[in-house]
């Protein structure tokens, strides 16, 4: 999992949470909202769970989110590793980095987003055609 920030196109900042399987190299979900709680996150991967089963590790990077009070007890509740990544080495979480490259490329420098309802059509066909 990654976060990554872009902006509406009239300039209000959103964060969007991209999520890649390393084994397949697949994404399961890209989020786009405002901003992030904790609980946002665990929502998103208990949907992804229920489609797709649970991963035995979780590769994320060091964002206040990740390290919270709602995700840390509830993949340890599940038996799923989070496997955090050196802070300042991009490259130990090179499939997501290589994924959110593509996906900058190919939709966030393809499109302007007008609104949150307009960004996430748009993000979910990148995201399948990934």
Not at 83 to 90: C, I, L, M, N
Request: charged letters at 30%; glycine letters at 6%; a neutral charge.
């Amino acid at each position: 999992m990654d976060f990554l920030s872009d902006q509406l196109f009239g300039g209000r900042r959103i964060r969007v949470l991209t999520i890649v399987d390393n084994f397949t190299r697949v994404s399961p979900a890209i989020d786009i909202r405002l901003s992030y709680r904790d609980a946002g996150v665990v929502a998103i991967l208990e949907r992804i769970a229920r489609a797709y089963g649970r991963p035995e590790r979780i590769r994320v990077d060091n964002e206040p989110v990740f390290i919270s009070k709602d995700l840390d007890p509830g993949a340890w509740l599940h038996g799923v590793e989070l496997d955090f990544s050196w802070p300042g080495k991009p490259t130990n979480n090179a499939f997501a980095e290589s994924f959110d490259g593509k996906f900058r490329a190919e939709c966030r420098n393809a499109y302007w987003f007008l609104s949150l309802d307009d960004a996430r059509p748009k993000c979910e066909a990148c995201r399948r055609l990934q």
